[in-house]
């Protein structure tokens, strides 16, 4: 094509599978437009159309040429600006990147993933929030099968302050998708636990098994011993230490399901703190003065968590609680020679 050589060209190309890429179609359309054959090059523009958009993604310069032209000689296509888009956004053309998009969908406003697209870049390069809300919105009604635009579509509505009600109610109306995804079910999970419904919370957490993820590290454990924590809480208020014991108990032993183990020296001083009140609550006064102790180790500097292990800044809350817990028990404690 650089030299000119069309025809040789066009024979290259010819070799390709029928499925191996829409851009295919579109460098057949343009080498056939050089030499001349206008109706050969409309019918592969069309062909390139109607192919299967999955995995086209233009990187190279030669193609922003390809594209252009095809936009320009078929007005009905709205891939062909779809692909362009995309290759303008891998660039950081954001302003061409966006208008491409938008004329992708005033072509055809039908193709779910442009409107994705589209509300990525509207939110993210243009701080356009209720744009990128209704295209993401007209993305995932177009496909309810698509989970990880629904679990974009939640983690907007999530960055937006949407209420919590609202969005489970929507995870729960399509609940093939969300069981596709370990992160959009553990998101789930992690609403019912935010509602304080933490035994619906509890019971899908142990009733799936999660993989590691990448980004996804400590998310399983945490609502697990989140979860664990607060129906201890509540056993403690109803006066029923024991019952809140073998929670939190259970909260110290990840089981396998959760798809990651529990490092050495992780904190967990507010399931230590729960331990010495309600082991209190049975007179273990000498085990629950252990348990305070241990929920007043680690560092007290509110610093963020930069890894998953990293005790979170919440951590200085309880071992603020367990200092004067553990403090009365030592020194009430009588001593060897009294």
């Given at each position: 094509?650089?030299?000119?050589?069309?025809?040789?060209?066009?024979?290259?190309?010819?070799?390709?599978?029928?499925?191996?890429s829409p851009?295919?179609?579109?460098?057949?359309?343009?080498?056939y437009?050089?030499?001349g054959?206008?109706?050969?090059?409309?019918?592969?523009?069309?062909?390139?159309?109607?192919?299967?958009?999955?995995l086209?993604?233009?990187?190279?310069?030669?193609?922003?040429?390809?594209?252009?032209?095809?936009?320009?000689?078929?007005?009905?296509?709205g891939?062909?600006?779809?692909?362009?888009?995309?290759?303008w956004?891998?660039?950081?053309?954001?302003?061409?990147a966006?208008?491409?998009?938008?004329e992708?969908?005033?072509?055809?406003?039908?193709?779910?993933?442009?409107?994705?697209?589209?509300?990525?870049?509207?939110?993210?390069?243009?701080?356009?929030?209720?744009?990128a809300l209704?295209?993401?919105?007209?993305?995932?009604?177009?496909?309810t099968?698509?989970?990880?635009v629904?679990?974009?579509?939640?983690?907007?509505?999530?960055?937006?302050?949407?209420?919590?009600?609202e969005?489970?109610?929507?995870?729960?109306?399509?609940?093939?998708?969300?069981?596709?995804?370990?992160?959009?079910?553990?998101?789930?999970?992690?609403?019912h636990?935010?509602?304080?419904?933490?035994?619906?919370?509890?019971?899908?957490?142990?009733?799936?098994?999660?993989?590691?993820?990448?980004?996804?590290?400590?998310?399983?454990?945490?609502?697990?011993?989140?979860?664990?924590?607060a129906?201890?809480?509540?056993?403690?208020?109803?006066?029923?230490?024991?019952?809140a014991?073998?929670?939190?108990?259970?909260?110290?032993?990840w089981p396998?399901?959760?798809?990651e183990?529990?490092?050495?020296?992780?904190?967990?001083?507010?399931?230590?703190?729960?331990?010495?009140?309600?082991?209190?609550?049975?007179?273990?006064?000498?085990?629950?003065?252990?348990?305070?102790?241990?929920?007043?180790?680690g560092?007290?500097?509110?610093?963020?968590?930069?890894?998953?292990?990293?005790?979170?800044?919440?951590?200085?809350?309880?071992?603020?609680?367990?200092?004067?817990?553990?403090?009365g028990?030592?020194?009430?404690?009588?001593?060897?020679?009294?």
């Amino acid at each position: 094509m650089a030299a000119g050589l069309y025809d040789e060209a066009i024979a290259w190309l010819g070799m390709m599978p029928d499925n191996a890429s829409p851009l295919k179609y579109y460098y057949l359309a343009w080498c056939y437009d050089r030499t001349g054959d206008a109706a050969a090059a409309l019918q592969f523009l069309r062909k390139a159309a109607a192919a299967d958009p999955y995995l086209c993604f233009p990187n190279r310069m030669e193609d922003v040429n390809i594209l252009q032209s095809a936009i320009q000689n078929n007005p009905a296509d709205g891939k062909a600006p779809y692909y362009l888009g995309c290759l303008w956004y891998d660039k950081k053309q954001y302003d061409e990147a966006i208008a491409m998009w938008q004329e992708s969908i005033r072509r055809d406003d039908a193709f779910p993933t442009v409107h994705r697209n589209l509300g990525i870049g509207l939110f993210n390069k243009r701080s356009d929030a209720k744009g990128a809300l209704a295209h993401f919105e007209k993305a995932f009604a177009l496909d309810t099968t698509d989970a990880r635009v629904l679990m974009e579509l939640d983690q907007l509505h999530k960055r937006l302050g949407s209420p919590a009600r609202e969005r489970l109610s929507r995870l729960e109306a399509h609940p093939a998708a969300v069981d596709w995804r370990d992160d959009l079910y553990l998101e789930r999970a992690a609403l019912h636990n935010f509602l304080g419904e933490h035994d619906t919370a509890l019971q899908l957490i142990l009733q799936r098994k999660f993989h590691p993820w990448e980004g996804g590290e400590g998310k399983v454990s945490g609502q697990y011993v989140y979860a664990l924590t607060a129906l201890a809480r509540k056993d403690l208020a109803a006066g029923l230490p024991e019952a809140a014991l073998e929670k939190l108990q259970r909260a110290q032993q990840w089981p396998d399901s959760l798809g990651e183990g529990k490092l050495f020296g992780i904190r967990e001083n507010d399931v230590h703190y729960y331990m010495g009140q309600a082991l209190t609550a049975m007179g273990q006064h000498e085990a629950a003065a252990n348990y305070f102790r241990m929920a007043t180790e680690g560092s007290s500097e509110p610093t963020a968590a930069m890894y998953y292990n990293d005790a979170p800044p919440e951590k200085i809350f309880y071992q603020g609680l367990a200092w004067p817990r553990w403090a009365g028990k030592t020194m009430r404690k009588p001593s060897s020679g009294n």
